[in-house]
């Protein structure tokens, strides 16, 4: 390379700590760059930089992208109800889409002839980088110094203690990586298929036991208000309800699902304002959407979702679903009200002008206000006509047609 100028995706793990010195020496003029899409306080991003600069790096930035986070990616997730095979609020496979993004403009701006990030060839995260350091920057090489070097962590401590860098080596039991829409937690339970993670390994503690109730306001699908406490900004308002939620423990789970590269993955999380965003939004779109546009929301989030997870955020067609999504929620305003116990929540209830049970068309279970019974006969004609036909046209209650049926089923 005649550009040795080269941006480091930066974390201050021992992954991207061996990167930044590794590639130091091999002359390479090395920008570290830390994205914060949320799991970073500003104690944790000095302390990045000053590790980063005694690593032999030319400079260190911390890219701010949580705002940008939440805009492009988290208010769909919220609009889709997305949970991962009905659990994972995509807390690690969102934001590394983000953070990718982030590294490739930063070095735009850098005039870098490289970026480099700390994945080893086992996960998802270096398809998810690759792929968009190949669409977004593609004159650009992608260095991966443990990938490329198939270097064991064993090898990359005696590196590190060779050339005197003093960091804690010993192996973390459990790994943790946070962001603002959650924190996912692995350990040797989640390597396994038969353990669950014991309640140490949860950075969040519970230590709140006494019942709360809690009411969110929601405008346009977007988490507005939390109790008597309006917010101006959505992050604000997710922060807020994690502040009020995690200490019960609450949005704990193990995520079994398929990792890009095909194979079979656990993955532990904790994630209180996601599930409880997630699960009242849904539960205010039950009431003020209508039975089509609920059924097609399931079948567009959940391809939305999964295609995001395999880092295919750039596909044009996500930018069409997120039109269906975004138009979706003019009417999912209003309030849902939730109460707060150690480990679990109940949501009770909603209140909008937009509910569709209004009691001006009848109630539920007794007669409506809006069609009589002799109505209701008509309908019910028209609407088995087909069925019927197709019965009296094939005589399908008759024994010979079943045999008939059941026959030809074994034939095939």
Not at 220 to 245: C, M, Y
Request: net charge neutral.
């Amino acid at each position: 390379m005649q550009n040795k100028k080269i941006v480091l995706a930066f974390s201050g793990g021992l992954d991207t700590t061996f990167c930044a010195l590794h590639l130091s020496k091999q002359g390479y003029e090395v920008h570290a760059a830390t994205v914060n899409t949320g799991g970073f306080s500003p104690t944790e991003i000095k302390i990045l930089e000053e590790k980063a600069l005694s690593l032999g790096c030319a400079s260190y930035s911390c890219l701010e992208e949580t705002d940008h986070y939440y805009t492009a990616c988290i208010k769909f997730l919220v609009y889709g109800n997305v949970l991962k095979n009905n659990s994972y609020p995509l807390s690690v496979s969102a934001e590394r889409i983000i953070q990718a993004l982030a590294i490739a403009e930063y070095a735009k701006k850098t005039g870098a002839g490289a970026v480099a990030h700390g994945s080893t060839g086992a996960g998802n995260d270096q398809v998810r980088f690759d792929m968009i350091f190949n669409i977004v920057i593609p004159d650009k090489k992608i260095i991966t110094p443990i990938r490329d070097m198939q270097l064991s962590r064993e090898e990359e401590i005696m590196f590190l203690k060779a050339n005197g860098v003093k960091m804690n080596f010993e192996k973390s039991k459990y790994s943790i990586n946070k962001g603002i829409w959650g924190t996912s937690v692995g350990g040797k339970e989640t390597l396994t298929s038969d353990s669950t993670l014991p309640e140490e390994a949860y950075p969040t503690q519970l230590t709140k036991e006494s019942p709360a109730s809690v009411t969110l306001h929601f405008t346009r699908g977007e988490l507005t208000g939390i109790n008597d406490t309006i917010f101006h900004n959505p992050v604000d308002s997710i922060k807020a309800l994690q502040e009020i939620a995690a200490p019960y423990a609450i949005g704990r789970d193990i995520h079994v699902g398929d990792t890009i590269i095909g194979i079979k993955g656990r993955v532990g999380f904790e994630a209180a304002a996601p599930i409880l965003i997630i699960k009242a939004h849904h539960a205010l779109e039950k009431h003020v959407l209508t039975k089509w546009q609920l059924y097609w929301k399931d079948q567009l989030s959940a391809w939305y979702g999964n295609w995001l997870h395999e880092g295919q955020f750039l596909d044009p067609v996500m930018r069409n679903i997120e039109s269906f999504l975004q138009d979706s929620q003019k009417t999912v305003s209003g309030k849902v009200f939730i109460s707060l116990y150690p480990y679990r929540f109940t949501v009770n209830g909603i209140e909008s002008t937009h509910d569709l049970m209004s009691s001006a068309f009848g109630s539920y279970g007794e007669m409506n206000k809006s069609w009589t019974g002799e109505d209701v006969k008509g309908f019910t004609k028209i609407f088995g006509n087909q069925t019927s036909i197709f019965h009296q046209v094939n005589n399908s209650h008759n024994a010979s047609f079943q045999t008939e049926i059941i026959a030809n089923e074994k034939a095939n």
